[in-house]
T-cell receptor, first 109, second 120 residues
Framework: QKEVEQNSGPLSVPEGAIASLNCTYSDRGSQSFFWYRQYSGKSPELIMFIYSNGDKEDGRFTAQLNKASQYVSLLIRDSQPSDSATYLC?????????FGSGTKLNVKP | GAVVSQHPSWVICKSGTSVKIECRSLDFQATTMFWYRQFPKQSLMLMAT?????????EQGVEKDKFLINHASLTLSTLTVTSAHPEDSSFYICSARDTFLLAGFSYEQYFGPGTRLTVT
């Protein structure tokens, strides 16, 4: 069983819509969770991290964490074509970061 | 913000030769750096954890004699791909872990821009 699982997509949304990206993890003791955005041919860039149950908002981005369900999500409001990228979910455990396979998001103008 | 550089950004080498990739934390000290490899359309695969002043910890399936890691200072880690073969062609990304704890128990990592290795 993979540590972190994501739907590979692609997820297509129209410009201005809300994009919802999901991630599940296997280790119930995991404490911190990260969302990264990766453009093709580039290295990942951090969008936000979350460690408490509930929602955390930063601009157009909202991360949601449900530890009981071992589920993390990222909502992108007012999606823009420039948001088109692969979104990686990562979990920090035992001094290492475990990455999901990423979800490719396409925002159509 | 924290900046991590990698050099070179891309390299082409012939099969059988060795290639060294440098990873530097420019404005902070990193006792721990990570080396990842990413094949096209796949996620990041952790190769090894590099700790300053000690031997690197390799992930299962990664040949430590082929991928030599040296973390000689708090700002520099190097990955040497020895006797490179075409199947080693990949995007190699390093990251440096901040020494400050997030919320008291977690760390943030800062990624370098990556090195694209092509072995012919």
């Amino acid at each position: 069983q993979k540590e972190v699982e994501q739907n590979s997509g692609p997820l297509s949304v129209p410009e201005g819509a809300i994009a919802s990206l999901n991630c599940t993890y296997s280790d119930r003791g995991s404490q911190s969770f990260f969302w990264y955005r990766q453009y093709s041919g580039k290295s990942p860039e951090l969008i936000m991290f979350i460690y408490s149950n509930g929602d955390k908002e930063d601009g157009r981005f909202t991360a949601q964490l449900n530890k009981a369900s071992q589920y993390v999500s990222l909502l992108i409001r007012d999606s823009q074509p420039s948001d088109s990228a692969t979104y990686l979910c990562a979990v920090y455990n035992f001094n290492k970061f475990y990455f999901g396979s990423g979800t490719k998001l396409n925002v159509k103008p | 913000g924290a900046v991590v550089s990698q050099h070179p950004s891309w390299v082409i080498c012939k099969s059988g030769t060795s290639v060294k990739i440098e990873c530097r934390s420019l404005d902070f000290q990193a006792t721990t750096m990570f080396w990842y490899r990413q094949f096209p359309k796949q996620s990041l695969m952790l190769m090894a954890t590099s700790n300053e002043g000690s031997k690197a910890t390799y992930e299962q399936g990664v040949e430590k004699d082929k991928f030599l890691i040296n973390h000689a200072s708090l700002t520099l880690s190097t990955l040497t791909v020895t006797s490179a073969h075409p199947e080693d062609s990949s995007f190699y990304i390093c990251s440096a872990r901040d020494t400050f704890l997030l919320a008291g128990f977690s760390y943030e990592q800062y990624f370098g821009p990556g090195t694209r290795l092509t072995v012919t």
